[in-house]
Nanobody
């Protein structure tokens, strides 16, 4: 059974940093791209980042590039999301999910569409506040 467990969220002040982890089991980890999404109260789930199975390709929504960094350690079956210079508008539940192949979608629309992802972790709460 495919399992994804997101962790590392918490309360942080504006300008601070958090490192989220997504621990995976139940599948050949490096065969699948992994995406991070987030959902704030009352808003739709939105894409954050995606990393290919090998870790060789990474993608970010334009507004987050430069502040967030996605990486993976395939030996540990874990994907990370390093979040720096956090802003209150980053407050959301953050989810990791598998995409159906080794590569993140070349279609920008599909890359950031939650319905294109197959398996989801439970999410971890990130709150950015003074």
């Amino acid at each position: 059974e495919v399992q994804l467990q997101a962790s590392g969220g918490g309360l942080v002040q504006p300008g601070g940093s958090l490192r989220l982890s997504c621990a995976a089991s139940g599948f050949t980890f490096d065969d699948y791209a992994i995406g991070w999404f987030r959902q704030a109260p009352g808003k739709e789930r939105e894409g954050v980042s995606c990393i290919s199975g090998s870790g060789g390709s990474t993608y970010y929504v334009g507004s987050l590039k430069g502040r967030f960094t996605i990486s993976r350690d395939n030996a540990q079956n874990t994907v990370f999301l390093q979040m720096n210079s956090l802003k209150p508008e980053d407050t959301a539940v953050y989810y990791c999910a598998t995409y159906g192949g080794r590569l993140c979608s070349t279609s920008m629309r599909n890359r950031w569409t939650p319905a294109r992802y197959d398996n989801w972790g439970q999410g971890t709460q990130v709150t950015v506040s003074s």
